[in-house]
């Protein structure tokens, strides 16, 4: 199972999120940067991961809740999809 850690601070606002979300979880070069993509990629992707998240307090503090949409999204996605695990560090 390939572990990979979201770094909470490294996502500021929308652009940089996806950017980073992009790289840390080797989306495809078609990714469309919204969570829409982020979905489809997670919920057809079967290779076993898990996901964990620090710093989530600077995750939260993005402009338009954007961090909290974030965070659902791969709650739902690893509810959705039984190869991926979602662990938040508080």
């Known amino acids: 199972m390939k572990v990979i850690l979201l ?4 996502m500021r ?4 999120t996806h950017d980073y979300l992009k790289r ?3 989306l495809p070069d078609y ?3 919204n969570l829409d993509a982020l979905w489809d990629c997670l919920t ?4 076993p991961k898990k996901i964990i998240i620090y710093n989530l307090d600077k995750l939260i503090e993005t402009p338009d809740s954007y961090g ?6 791969l709650q739902e996605a ?3 999809n039984e ?3 979602v662990k938040i560090l508080k």
Do not use: P, Q, T
């Open 7 to 10: 770094n909470g601070a490294k």
């Open 13 to 16: 606002d929308r652009e940089s």
């Open 24 to 26: 840390k979880l080797s």
């Open 31 to 33: 990714y469309g940067n």
């Open 44 to 47: 057809a992707d079967f290779s």
């Open 68 to 73: 909290e949409s974030i965070i659902s999204l």
């Open 78 to 80: 690893a509810r959705d």
């Open 83 to 85: 190869y991926i695990e």
